[in-house]
């Protein structure tokens, strides 16, 4: 392994780690499935090393939000299967509803969306940090400073030893 792979293996490490604090800060925490998703990908190709993040495609729309049009329901349309239905439902029987009251529940949830987009005003409840929207912006914010130092430590280190080498080599 490379010493560039190490660094950003460390880097990878604190971003994941910061990710997952902010993600249950704003109450976005029931599976822990967002969470697991999160993954740095590793690669490198010459002489350059690079660490390229991944998550659950539904983490764009935690991250921005949605607005009231671009949620998926229209009350009444006599649709007779809707996936976001669906998944608020389920959502609900993790909670522990029965089903009965996870279908009430997942309806009463889509108007309330409808109206006032994603997150709701009643949401904010479930953050303990008073935010449901930006973890992206908001773990760079937290974590940006102490990823920069790895790097740029791990870089030190990395030019000290080669220009030990090659001071050796020469003398």
Do not use: C, W
Not at 55 to 68: E, M
Not at 112 to 135: C, D, H, I, W
């Amino acid at each position: 392994m490379s010493a560039a792979i190490a660094i950003l293996r460390e880097a990878d490490t604190v971003i994941k780690k910061a990710f997952g604090q902010e993600l249950r800060e704003q109450g976005h925490y029931l599976t822990g499935g967002l969470e697991r998703s999160i993954n740095g990908e590793i690669s490198e190709v010459g002489n350059v090393a690079q660490l390229e993040g991944t998550a659950a495609n539904y983490s764009v729309f935690l991250d921005a939000g949605v607005t009231p049009e671009k949620v998926p329901f229209k009350q009444g349309s006599g649709a007779g299967h809707s996936k976001y239905i669906d998944g608020l439902i389920t959502y609900f029987k993790l909670r522990g509803l029965s089903d009965k009251e996870a279908e009430r529940a997942a309806f009463a949830t889509a108007k309330v969306q409808k109206n006032e987009g994603m997150p709701t005003k009643g949401s904010y409840a479930y953050s303990k940090n008073n935010e449901r929207k930006l973890f992206i912006e908001r773990t760079e914010n937290k974590v940006g400073t102490e990823v920069n130092s790895i790097v740029s430590d791990g870089l030190d280190e990395m030019f000290d030893a080669i220009f030990s080498k090659q001071k050796s080599e020469t003398i």
